[in-house]
């Protein structure tokens, strides 16, 4: 059986690699839009993943790096030390920028760290000096590489001239990169003398976060303190709500895209083999048996078809990614089996044509 639809399907080699295409140009982009979705949401919280803190604390209102802008005095800490619970606390300074560079407009999110502690600075320095001396910032290895920017060279930023004293690795938000520099640099920078943007809280007994967040939040008036689970789920909240609808609609004209291939040409496959098919009717095959083959016929076409996808779809994260740094893929094996059952669905609604045909085949033609 696994023979005749082989043979049926090599009978016309072009037709079969055409089938093969649609199916793989299906799997390709379902699984690359999928992967960016892993990719990019994994890696907007990559530095608040491995940033040691329990609680974040922010102005009321904010909830993400990504359209808030948090004010906190300095002499909040002291208040926040004294809650049971609270361990130590970490004032930082978070903001947004946009700066000319050459001809462009580019932004950067410029973070404020206390270079004694090293709590929320960069993930890890990979070129240059480890912590940012003064008038000198550390920038993002993808911001480097986009930009053409080099250890040394000078950024013009709010009127200042920074000078890059280090390249890391771990600041990149897809949208925009994290820069780091000294907190009293930051300070002066954005003209915010006795202000903060966040407050980094260890505690004691991290399991009871939530009722200590709460505690702090009733004690302190005008602040949020948000978990470091919930910060992480804020945050990537902005990429599901653009995400999501678009790889929706994608992956089902994928699909679509993969049905209407493979049905087509399994269907031009049966009607040019309907004589064929009635000689086996005459010798006694039943309509069980031809449905089978045309179903075989079917998968084989959807199986190797997700083989050559799948095989694109990792050369293409092989090399785009050295050189794309936007293209920042994650696939993980629950998507590639939700994948392979699209294509096995997909096979057998797209043999449900040609089954049909198949059963109004009289053995008589043969003979005529």
Do not use: C
């Not at 001396?133 to 950024?155: P, R, Y």
């Amino acid at each position: 059986m696994v023979s005749i639809a082989w043979r049926n399907l090599f009978h016309n080699k072009i037709r079969f690699l055409i089938s093969i295409s649609g199916v793989a140009f299906s799997v390709f982009l379902i699984l690359i839009l999928l992967g960016l979705f892993r990719g990019w949401n994994e890696k907007v919280v990559e530095y608040i993943t491995n940033t040691n803190t329990d609680i974040w604390v922010l102005q009321e209102g904010g909830d993400d790096f990504f359209n808030s802008i948090s004010m906190l005095p300095l002499t909040l800490k002291e208040e926040i030390e004294s809650i049971e619970n609270v361990e130590a606390v970490y004032p930082l300074i978070g903001r947004q920028t946009s700066f000319e560079l050459g001809e462009d407009t580019v932004r950067m999110y410029i973070v404020g760290y206390d270079s004694e502690t090293r709590v929320g600075g960069p993930i890890k320095v990979i070129e240059g000096k480890d912590i940012p001396g003064e008038g000198e910032i550390i920038i993002d290895k993808v911001f480097a590489k986009t930009k053409g920017i080099v250890v040394g060279d000078t950024l013009r930023i709010l009127d200042r001239d920074l000078k890059v004293s280090g390249i890391g690795q771990g600041g990149d938000l897809v949208f925009v990169q994290f820069a780091f520099m000294e907190q009293k640099e930051a300070e002066d920078l954005f003209k915010i003398p006795g202000f903060v943007s966040f407050y980094l809280t260890m505690l004691k007994n991290d399991a009871a976060a939530l009722a200590t967040s709460e505690e702090i939040e009733r004690r302190l008036e005008g602040v949020s303190a948000i978990t470091q689970d919930d910060y992480k789920k804020s945050n990537q909240q902005e990429i599901n709500d653009i995400f999501i609808p678009i790889l929706t609609v994608l992956v089902f004209i994928g699909f679509l895209v993969g049905l209407t291939v493979v049905g087509l040409m399994t269907y031009t496959s049966t009607i040019e083999k309907s004589k064929e098919y009635g000689i086996l009717k005459a010798i006694g095959a039943s309509n069980t048996y031809l449905y089978k083959v045309i179903i075989q016929q079917s998968f084989i076409t959807g199986l190797v078809g997700f083989v050559v996808g799948m095989s694109l779809t990792f050369l293409t994260k092989l090399f785009l990614e050295d050189y794309v740094p936007q293209f920042v893929t994650k696939i993980i094996i629950q998507d590639v089996a939700l994948i392979l059952i699209l294509i096995l669905v997909m096979s057998i609604f797209a043999a449900f044509v040609p089954i049909r045909r198949i059963a109004h085949i009289e053995p008589a033609i043969v003979f005529k």
